[in-house]
């Protein structure tokens, strides 16, 4: 091929200048309006590449050797093509590869959009650097600053290929514009990736295309995961003018600086975050593709990563169930591993204890056992992971409990009492297995003792009840055996023992206790669940009961609301005062007007007064009702007193 002439303006290559901006700079120097003119002269546009930098050696980059009278490997060391044996794997025994593909450029390099230091564009020969495209490095390390990749002031991104680099589109001077500095904690890391780059310190004992491999991967898991990103930001001080596009680089490099311990901090937000999957469970769904990018690295001689993800799975992975099918478990060696890993299944737990598979989920919301059940998905499944160790600690114990008839005969109470026991927690740790309920000692022991620390009472006398006789005579009150028990512990109630009396067919409890605690039960009941019908006839009207049936009445006309479970009506204490506060019965209402029965009688007649609820306006009515608010207007109208007659 016939060599080209030099070119008149000759503009020597410069420290860590890529190619295009040499391109650029000759263009410059010969007064053309744009660089096309340069790539003209080389060769049709059609056969230049869209990005100078990316150029192999070749026949055009000789032709760009001849215009510019440099060598072709000066020319091919101001492309991207030489850090082909720093970021490209090569084949096992083949040599080292001195050509970057188009994938792996387009991974590590920027070409859409260039990015500037502002700094460097302000001194005396303006050019811009190879390694400002370097998406690992997106910063300037000769004066600790960020990149520019949009201007300040139309805040749209460069243009490839601009004559002027000192400024934007839109006439803006970027070197006017203050640099963003780094903080200490962004340098530090930054110095490290030139470092992995340079060959110096590679983390991991990983070669260095290895190790950017890696650090790739990693920056696109962390722009899958909002949260860290959000939280690595406040970390680094990494201003937010900084897109997420540079962050993610600097939170990757970070996890890589810090390991393993902020991986794992990782794995623990990233194994969260919604993928694309539909279902929320499953380990490829929580981790994406990290596990057999692992492996892969694992499969080349570079088992760290590999061996981080798989003890973290082991300890700490609680979202999903493990198996040989995971990638990461795929050898007899680490099978075995994952049988003896810290967790079980629910089938397993269940199992292994002899209960059934419904029964782990209350277990662990009794804090029984350790572990987590979780949703799978929309279609109602589930998937649950128990500790190992809580397991053992549950089995050992039901090993040393005893049945609900042992535990009926220590205590000298019924068995359908000892399930109240249960049921109210008063018997804590008790255990529903395939041969019935189990019930720890030191459950029942903290009973026996009790008992006998009380006083034994020779000759008891008219003061004192027998617990039988204490729920038959205030259980319609609701004082049951186990409220009993519950305030006898307490010591609301006091009590004591009959001589030779080993289990509670023995305890007395004070008459006086048992009534006063009995009141307060009622009254806290009633606060908590609503008044009875029964109650309430009694003391809605102070001194004035009422019959239950009028209620309903009042319940049925909308002006008394209560609830309903199943038969039993129950009314809130906040209810009850706002009746009191808006109704009254006609004998209040006679009261208050100074007016007769027969007067009021007659009002309603003429229609001075209209009552809220009686019999001439409600068929089959009670009591009468009237609203506080209308005898109030009754009084503060002129000459209310003289229309008696």
């Known amino acids: 091929m016939e060599r080209l002439r030099a070119l008149p303006a000759r503009e020597p290559p410069l420290p860590g200048e890529s190619l295009a901006s040499l391109v650029r700079r000759h263009a410059v120097a010969m007064g053309y309006e744009r660089i096309g003119r340069i790539r003209s002269l080389a060769a049709d546009c059609d056969k230049a590449p869209t990005h100078l930098d990316h150029l192999a050696p070749g026949p055009l980059?000789?032709?760009?050797?001849?215009?510019?009278?440099?060598?072709?490997?000066?020319?091919?060391?101001?492309?991207?093509?030489?850090?082909?044996?720093?970021?490209?794997?090569?084949?096992?025994?083949?040599?080292?590869?001195?050509?970057l593909d188009s994938k792996t450029i387009l991974r590590f390099f920027r070409s859409a959009a260039p990015s500037v230091c502002p700094r460097c564009l302000a001194s005396e020969v303006t050019y811009e650097r190879l390694l400002w495209s370097f998406r690992p490095l997106p910063i300037c390390l000769d004066h600790d600053c960020h990149l520019i990749t949009r201007c300040p002031q139309c805040h749209k991104t460069m243009v490839r290929g601009r004559i002027d680099v000192e400024r934007?589109?839109?006439?803006?001077?970027?070197?006017?514009?203050?640099?963003?500095?780094?903080?200490?904690?962004?340098?530090?890391?930054?110095?490290?990736?030139?470092?992995?780059?340079?060959?110096?310190?590679?983390?991991l004992e990983f070669s260095a295309p290895a190790l950017f491999w890696w650090l790739?991967?990693?920056?696109?898991?962390?722009?899958?995961?909002?949260?860290?990103?959000?939280?690595?930001?406040?970390?680094?001080?990494?201003?937010?003018?900084?897109?997420d596009d540079s962050l993610v680089w600097f939170a990757a490099a970070e996890i890589l600086s810090e390991w393993p311990q902020r991986f794992e901090q990782f794995l623990d937000i990233f194994q969260t975050v919604a993928k694309h999957r539909s279902t929320d469970t499953?380990?490829?769904?929580?981790?994406?593709?990290?596990?057999r990018e692992a492996a892969h690295l694992e499969e080349l001689g570079f088992p760290s990563p590999a061996d981080v993800l798989r003890g973290y799975l082991l300890e700490h992975y609680s979202?999903?169930?493990?198996?040989?099918?995971?990638?990461?478990?795929?050898?007899?060696?680490?099978?075995?591993?994952?049988?003896?890993?810290?967790?079980?299944?629910?089938?397993?737990?269940?199992?292994?204890?002899?209960?059934?598979?419904?029964?782990?989920?209350?277990?662990?919301?009794?804090?029984?056992l350790a572990g987590e059940v979780r949703s799978a998905g929309q279609n109602g499944r589930s998937v649950g992971l128990i500790s190992r160790e809580s397991v053992s600690a549950l089995q050992r114990q039901?090993?040393?409990?005893?049945?609900?008839?042992?535990?009926?005969?220590?205590?000298?109470?019924?068995?359908?009492?000892?399930?109240?026991?249960i049921r109210d927690e008063l018997l804590p740790r008790a255990v529903r297995t395939s041969a019935g309920?189990?019930?720890?000692?030191?459950?029942?022991?903290?009973?026996?003792?009790?008992?006998?620390?009380?006083?034994?009472?020779?000759?008891?006398?008219?003061?004192?009840?027998?617990?039988?006789?204490?729920?038959?005579?205030?259980?319609?009150?609701?004082?049951?055996?186990?409220?009993?028990?519950?305030?006898?512990?307490?010591?609301?109630?006091?009590?004591g023992r009959v001589s030779g009396a080993d289990n509670y067919q023995g305890l007395l409890v004070l008459r006086s206790d048992t009534a006063s605690t009995c009141s307060a039960l009622q009254s806290q009941q009633s606060d908590q669940r609503g008044w009875s019908l029964h109650r309430l006839a009694k003391e809605l009207i102070p001194g004035r009961p009422i019959k239950?049936?009028?209620?309903?009445?009042?319940?049925?006309?909308?002006?008394?609301?209560?609830?309903?479970?199943?038969?039993?009506?129950?009314?809130?204490?906040?209810?009850?005062?706002?009746?009191?506060?808006?109704?009254?019965?006609?004998?209040?209402?006679?009261?208050?007007?100074?007016?007769s029965r027969k007067t009021l009688s007659r009002w309603e007649t003429t229609g001075k007064i209209t009552a809220a609820y009686s019999r001439r306006n409600t068929q089959y009515a009670g009591a009468s009702l009237f609203r506080r608010k209308v005898l109030e207007d009754l009084l503060t109208a002129p000459s209310s007193r003289n229309s008696k007659t």
């Open 61 to 99: 980059l000789d032709r760009f050797a001849d215009l510019f009278a440099v060598s072709p490997e000066k020319l091919s060391a101001m492309t991207v093509h030489p850090y082909a044996d720093h970021l490209l794997f090569a084949p096992r025994g083949s040599p080292p590869a001195n050509l």
């Open 282 to 291: 499953g380990i490829n769904r929580a981790f994406g593709s990290l596990l």
């Open 216 to 243: 790739e991967r990693l920056a696109s898991a962390v722009s899958k995961t909002p949260p860290w990103l959000a939280d690595a930001r406040v970390r680094l001080e990494i201003l937010s003018e900084i897109d």
């Open 398 to 421: 039901l090993q040393s409990s005893v049945t609900v008839k042992q535990t009926a005969s220590r205590l000298g109470i019924g068995r359908s009492r000892i399930f109240e026991l």
């Open 168 to 203: 934007c589109r839109c006439s803006f001077s970027l070197t006017s514009h203050p640099a963003d500095i780094l903080s200490s904690k962004a340098r530090t890391i930054a110095e490290q990736v030139r470092q992995w780059l340079c060959k110096q310190g590679t983390p």
């Open 319 to 368: 979202r999903g169930h493990l198996n040989s099918k995971v990638c990461l478990f795929h050898s007899t060696k680490q099978q075995r591993v994952v049988r003896d890993r810290p967790w079980l299944t629910r089938t397993q737990a269940a199992k292994q204890l002899g209960l059934r598979h419904a029964s782990i989920a209350d277990l662990l919301n009794r804090g029984l």
């Open 548 to 595: 239950e049936s009028v209620l309903k009445k009042w319940i049925a006309a909308g002006l008394l609301h209560a609830g309903r479970n199943r038969r039993t009506w129950r009314i809130t204490p906040t209810e009850i005062e706002r009746f009191r506060q808006n109704y009254c019965l006609a004998q209040e209402a006679c009261e208050l007007l100074g007016i």
């Open 437 to 495: 309920w189990l019930i720890p000692n030191d459950a029942i022991e903290p009973w026996e003792q009790l008992l006998r620390s009380l006083p034994i009472l020779s000759q008891p006398d008219a003061a004192w009840l027998t617990i039988r006789d204490a729920t038959r005579n205030y259980g319609p009150n609701g004082l049951c055996l186990t409220r009993l028990l519950q305030q006898f512990r307490s010591g609301k109630i006091r009590g």
